[in-house]
Every structure is written in structure tokens, then in C-alpha cells.
């Protein structure tokens, strides 16, 4: 008989701690689901305000990203042409704090609560007459002490100023403390309580996002839609660099190329600085392609400014010209035959007094020398060559002085006629 009740008082000690346990655990289950829910919604109210403000700044959506949990899709992350991209979970995820109610409900049938419904708070903007978005709590606009309704973006000038009451910007938070919702909209606002917590209300800001092939829709709670248009890929590409060098009185072509998803191109040129030093004229083939003609009279550092425009998306891009480099210890070297020419571009002419040529040379590059505007001093004793053509230097009236190859074997008539 002892026994019997021995056995029966520690099954219901084992029941009771099982049972105990069990309370526990729901409780710490439901306590970090809420945990999550509240940083969820905060994380949503921030990325609400930057899309806000990406409306405002012009700003185009370039990537969306699902957020899955399972094959379910559950937010996304969104990525801007400016700006870190942003989070945001809508409606599909409130399925994970219905699992706590059950323990919420138990604990109001055991303290015996009154009763009263709780609600998760909805934070989500609305726009004003004014063109304004700001922000609401639960339908009704959000107001600061002052009574002023509470702007969800920035504004410059005079109107930031009037703004300052309103507390232009400002992102509120919720926090969840003991059992209740609390809101805040700055410093001066502190926390304001508001509902009871219950975990089976699995509201959030956003209802749902779409998107077709120009724009992204962000349909909120309140049915407010945030239209973003999405960023229209468009580059230009010119054919001679964007690294261009002059020598005086110098013109260049530039090919350039637009690639872009519209068919509406526009595009502008202008110089950085207006020294009087450049002249530029565009030639428009059609919307993908053309020239622009820079003109040098006395090149100094400068860009050429380029603009183009799809109607949508503008972007600019720079080319950099100056002024050709001096040749450094007046010396070129060249690895082949036939290329002194190209070498010689990249240089300032009209610098070249005195030269010095080191490697392998032909017919062609004796032509760019005879062509240097202002050379007196000529040294080609270091340089291979066998032969001097006929006419090589005839007719020049800069040169003074020339010393020949060790290795030449001929010189043509007239090598130096009239020099």
C-alpha cells in the first residue's frame, strides 16, 4: 500500500516537472519569436524610410534578391545604383510567431487578464497633400509633441527648415517591455506605451512586392504603393581611351559607342574647365554611336565632359587630355623597326630639339624623324641600320648636326639635300 503510494506520488511530481518543463520552453520559444518579430519590424521601418528616400534622390532599384525560408519566399533584399541595399520581409513571415500563441493564451486564462485585445502596431507612410510622405502609427498620422506630423523623408532649403518641427526624417522604433508594444520617434518623444503584446497577430509593413519590366512596386499595409523604377543599364565606350595626350595645335577623333536597353540616347560635350585651350564638335551617326572632335590650340590638364541620357538614367563620363610629355634624356629606344612613329605620339613635338635613337630602325622611321618640327640634334649611332634611303633628310630646315649608324653600309642620293 506504501509502496502503491509512493509510486503514485513520484509519477505525479515526474508529471508536474514535465509539465513545468514543457511551460518553460514554450515560453522561452515565444519570448525569442517576439524578439525576432520586433527586430523584423524595425529592420522593415528603416528599409521603408530608405526607400522613401530613394523616391525622393531619384534613386533606381539594379538587383532583387529573394529571401527564402524553405522554397517559401519571404522578403527580398533590394540593391540601389547608390546606397547599401536594403532588407525587407513582408506578410508571408508572421507564420512563425503564430507557433507562441498557444503559450499566450494559456498565461492569460492563468493570471486571469481582462481580456483586452492586443495589436501589433502598424508603422508604415502615407503622402500628404503635399507631396510629403510621412509616417502613420495604426492608420492615424504619427505626430511629435508638438503635434506636427512626423516626415519619413528629408528636405533642403526652406523646407527643411519648416520641416524641423515635424522632425523631418526621423525613423521610429518599437521595442517590446513588459508585455506591451512602445513606440519611439526621437529623443524628445522617449517611448510611448501602446498595446498589449500578442504573438498571434503576424502583421508587418509590407503586403507584398512586384514588379513588371520598368518599375518595382512596394504595396504596404495600408495599400500606400512606393513606385521605384528600376536602373535601365547604359555605358559609352570611346574607341581612342578616355587618356588622351596633345602636341600644339593638335586635333583628335574620338569613336564612341552607347550601349543601353532604350533607344533614346542623348548625348552632350563640354569641356571641365572652359580655358579656351580646347574646342570640341560631336558628329551623331545614329543613337549608339558617333565622334567627337577635340581640337588642342595650346593643350593644358583638362576633361572633356560627357553626358548621355537614355531619358531615364543619366551618366557622365570624363576623358582626360593634356598636353603631350617632354621626352625625358632625350633618348627613344625601339624594340622594332617601324615604329618609331607610333613612339613618337605619345610625346610633345615641338619639345624635341635634340634626340637620341637606340635600337632597330627602316625607311618608315627615318620619314618620322625628318617630320619633327623643331629637331636640330640628331644621334642614331646606337641604331641598326644599313642603309639611308634616298631623300632622307632632304629639304629639312631644322637640322644642324648628325651622327650615323656604326652599321651604315649605303647612303641614298640625295640624303641630304638642301639641308
Not at 532588407?87 to 503559450?103: A, L, P, R, S
Not at 543599364?233 to 581612342?240: C, D, G, Q, Y
Not at 625601339?334 to 627602316?362: F, H, M, P, Q, R
Not at 634616298?390 to 653600309?409: D, E, G, M, V, Y
Request: with cysteine.
Amino acid at each position: 500500500m506504501v509502496i502503491a503510494t509512493l509510486t503514485t506520488t513520484f509519477y505525479s511530481c515526474k508529471t508536474n516537472t514535465d509539465d513545468l518543463w514543457d511551460s518553460i520552453h514554450q515560453l522561452d520559444g515565444r519570448v525569442t519569436s517576439l524578439e525576432e518579430l520586433c527586430k523584423q519590424m524595425n529592420g522593415n521601418i528603416s528599409s521603408l524610410q530608405k526607400l522613401v528616400q530613394a523616391l525622393q534622390d531619384n534613386n533606381s532599384i539594379t538587383k532583387i534578391t529573394p529571401i527564402k525560408e524553405g522554397e517559401k519566399v519571404i522578403g527580398y533584399t533590394i540593391s540601389f545604383t547608390k546606397g547599401e541595399p536594403i532588407t525587407i520581409y513582408h506578410g508571408e513571415k508572421g507564420d512563425k510567431g503564430e507557433q507562441g500563441d498557444k503559450g499566450e493564451t494559456g498565461d492569460k486564462g492563468d493570471t486571469g487578464a481582462n481580456g483586452k485585445d492586443g495589436s501589433t502596431p502598424i508603422i508604415a507612410v502615407r503622402q500628404y497633400t503635399d507631396g510629403i510622405y510621412y509616417w502613420t502609427l495604426n492608420g492615424d498620422w504619427l505626430r511629435d509633441n508638438s503635434g506636427n506630423m512626423i516626415k519619413a523623408e528629408g528636405k533642403d532649403g526652406a523646407d527643411g527648415e519648416q520641416g524641423e518641427e515635424g522632425k523631418a526624417g526621423i525613423t521610429p522604433q518599437l521595442k517590446i517591455e513588459d508585455g506591451y508594444w512602445w513606440v519611439s520617434y526621437g529623443e524628445e518623444s522617449g517611448w510611448i506605451q501602446l498595446d498589449k503584446v500578442v504573438a498571434d497577430n503576424g502583421e508587418t509593413i509590407f503586403k507584398e512586392v512586384t514588379q513588371d519590366d520598368d518599375y518595382v512596386y512596394f504595396t504596404l499595409k495600408n495599400e500606400t504603393v512606393i513606385t521605384i523604377q528600376k536602373y535601365r543599364k547604359l555605358s559609352i565606350t570611346f574607341k581612342e581611351g578616355d587618356d588622351l595626350k596633345f602636341d600644339v595645335d593638335e586635333t583628335k577623333v574620338v569613336h564612341y559607342t552607347i550601349k543601353s536597353e532604350s533607344n533614346k540616347s542623348v548625348i552632350k560635350v563640354e569641356m571641365l574647365n572652359n580655358d579656351g585651350c580646347y574646342s570640341l564638335h560631336t558628329d551623331i551617326t545614329n543613337t549608339t554611336s558617333g565622334t567627337i572632335t577635340i581640337k588642342a590650340s595650346v593643350p593644358t590638364t583638362n576633361q572633356v565632359i560627357v553626358s548621355v541620357s537614355n531619358g531615364e538614367v543619366t551618366i557622365m563620363v570624363a576623358i582626360n587630355v593634356s598636353l603631350k610629355p617632354a621626352l625625358e634624356e632625350n633618348t627613344i629606344r625601339v624594340s622594332e623597326a617601324g615604329t618609331l612613329a607610333k613612339i613618337l605620339e605619345g610625346y610633345d613635338k615641338n619639345s624635341i630639339t635634340t634626340l637620341k635613337v637606340i635600337g632597330s630602325i627602316n625607311d618608315n622611321d627615318i620619314v618620322a624623324l625628318r617630320i619633327l618640327p623643331k629637331l636640330s640634334n640628331l644621334d642614331l649611332e646606337d641604331v641598326y641600320l644599313t642603309s639611308l634611303p634616298r631623300h632622307a633628310f632632304s629639304q629639312n630646315k631644322t637640322l644642324t648636326s648628325i651622327k650615323l649608324p656604326k652599321t651604315l653600309k649605303e647612303i641614298g642620293s640625295y640624303a641630304f639635300n638642301q639641308l
